[in-house]
């Protein structure tokens, strides 16, 4: 684990900044499980390059890569294991449980987090691995402290997100007993708003916290922490330095905890930072992870939700503080993406944006298109885009999209205030998929004020849909922080309390887990567990039947031939030989209403209903609220064909639908 263990910054000498100039403040940044192990930390990257920036000397520790160097030693330990911790538990905490005994330096009640987890679905397998990793681990984390200690750092910033906290808590507390005057920092998604404040507050060995966006404020406090060191003024300067950083959580000269109030407004578009990547590649090759993943980089385009700020889906929490929609510029973008693609000999990226600049299509969408590039990409969208958007995207190098699906219930969707209806959901599958690009997507309920009936009409035709990829899963919904349900509890959602994983990891008072909490837990709402039940066995289905499964048309001399290779139809091939049929066919290219049909093709309404009729039967339409779509995909543009494409919808899927 000691082996060139830090990501370091190119030599320096020859830079036009002179040695009397460097500052002396050495920064170790941290990435603790369960950190993706195929990517490096957008987070660290951004604030390696805002304190290299600003002269001080910056390491990078890829500990979870240490963690695997060091669990595959003494465990038959695999990327599916890793996988659970990092993302399918996330919802029950067992990666931040597995850390909680090293947290505070006794083991947790295994019992009663076993039945916990039995309750939530986790198999014997699961269970007994967490079991074992919680009494493992402590010997990990001290190791790993040791050796940042023995780095003599004057700052150690972890980051923090998803199921890292545990994990970062634990190895903090180790550093601090081993280097008091280490000064330990936290950042991250975890510690945003009253999370940040609450973390700060409960666990004394954390120094500062910084809430929100980090470009600013962490290089901030390095700068007050060289003044400090150098002399260069007193105790009350340096107070005043902290004070005046906004968002941060600090102690003062007494002890005392001080939070500043968070930014006011977001950071600009133009301030946002490029991250640094070196050594990255370097340390995975050595590593075991090598072994099992495909490297790949994160990139930056826009910060916030341009949907959001108009009408915030009832249940994201996603964008915290700062909802505020900012894009940079499409010639920044793309030559940041193509900068790192070259620096770095890799062509996979994820754009970690939570929905994207619809102006990129006609800008860094169609440059790639129309560049001598082979980059590969996985985008946030929003579900309502049109056939020739998902073509560009796939022109672009698209393999993947996060396209926010979550139901196709119109009634459902109008709940979540999603802008969409169940028809152009089902339109987003065939067309993503004519396009040759993966969608990924979660079925959520529980939402307060559904019925089951908004569940029995998709229940009915999920089989005609098995050749459009299928849901990563079926979920009730949790409540997050951040989100307008945690937020207003006249939507259906109040006495809130803290998911009940935190009480077992934290061990703290409930009125401090309701503030350090991400997840809480109500009253279910919506459809009972019966019918959750038979949706998620009906996702399971279409999972199990995708592969095989076929749905495509394609123009034949003025005819549409249609091929099914769909168990729930007996039939293969069908003709659309009638012009006026054909013609019907392709209006039902975008959602429909039967009159709306009529009114088009100029064919009489009793003649429409027939054909709906028989088109129903025979699997070809999805409708919905009286809107009707045909679910057939172009045959010539299947997704199977892309070069790539199952490689990364396997690898990315599970990861990417976390949220």
Known sequence: MSG????????????????????????????MPWGSIEVPSLALGILRTAAEARGHEVLVREANLDFVDWIVERTPFTLDDYTYYATSSYFQGAGDWVFSGALHGSPGDAEAFSRFLAR???????????????????????????????????????????????????????????????????????????????????FPFVDDVVRGEGETAFPALLDAVDGLRAGAGSGEAYESALAGIAGLCWRDRTGAVRANPMARRPLPPGEILAPSY??????????????????????????????????????????????????????????????????HRVLDFVVVDNILDMGYFDTVLRRL????????????????????????????????????????????????????????????????????????????????????????????????????????????????????????????????????????IYRLPEEELAGLAYLFAAEPQGIDEGLGAELAAAVEAWRAEHPACRLTWQEAGGRIVLVSRRPA???TVHELADPAEAALFRLLEQPRTAAVLGARSGLPAERVRAVLDRWTDLGLLFHENGAYVHVAVESDNQALFRPGHRHHREEQSSAACVG
């Open 4 to 31: 060139a263990p830090y990501d370091r910054a190119p030599d320096t000498a020859g830079s036009p900044l002179q040695a009397s100039e460097v500052r002396q403040v050495k920064v170790l940044l941290v990435n």
């Open 120 to 202: 939530h679905g986790a198999s014997a397998d699961e269970t007994a691995m967490t079991r074992a990793l919680h009494g493992l681990v402590p010997g990990f984390t001290a190791r790993l402290a040791a050796e940042l200690a023995a780095e003599r750092p004057d700052v150690v910033g972890f980051t923090t997100t998803f199921q890292q906290n545990t994990a970062a808590l634990s190895a903090a507390r180790m550093l601090k007993e081993l280097s008091p005057g280490t000064r330990v920092v936290f950042g991250g998604a975890n510690c945003d708003g009253e999370m940040g404040a609450a973390l700060h507050r409960c």
């Open 278 to 343: 070196e050594g990255f590649f370097e340390r995975l090759d050595a590593s075991a992870a090598a072994r099992w993943v495909q490297p790949r980089l994160l990139v930056e385009g826009s910060r916030g939700c341009w949907w959001g700020e108009k009408h915030h889906c009832t249940f994201c929490g996603l964008n915290g503080s700062f909802m505020e929609f900012r894009s940079k510029s499409p010639d920044r973008f793309l030559t940041e993406l193509l900068d790192l693609a070259a620096r």
């Open 369 to 504: 298109a129309e560049g001598a590039y082979d980059v590969r990409l996985h985008f946030e969208v929003k579900s309502n885009l049109r056939k020739h958007q998902f073509r560009m995207l796939g022109d672009a190098g698209a393999v993947m999209v996060q396209p926010g699906i979550e139901s196709l219930s119109s009634r459902v969707l109008k709940l979540m205030d999603k802008g969409v209806t169940g028809c152009q959901n089902v339109r987003a599958l065939r067309d993503a998929q004519s396009a040759g690009v993966s969608a990924c997507w979660n079925y959520l309920y529980g939402f307060p004020g559904e019925t089951p009936e908004d569940y029995r009409g998709v229940l009915a035709q999920m089989p005609l849909l098995h050749h459009l990829e299928p849901p990563a899963g079926a979920s009730r919904i949790a409540i997050e922080r951040f989100s307008p349900y945690f937020d207003r509890p006249e939507l259906g959602f109040d006495r809130l309390r803290p998911a009940p994983q935190y009480a077992e």
């Open 569 to 571: 139809y007996a039939w």
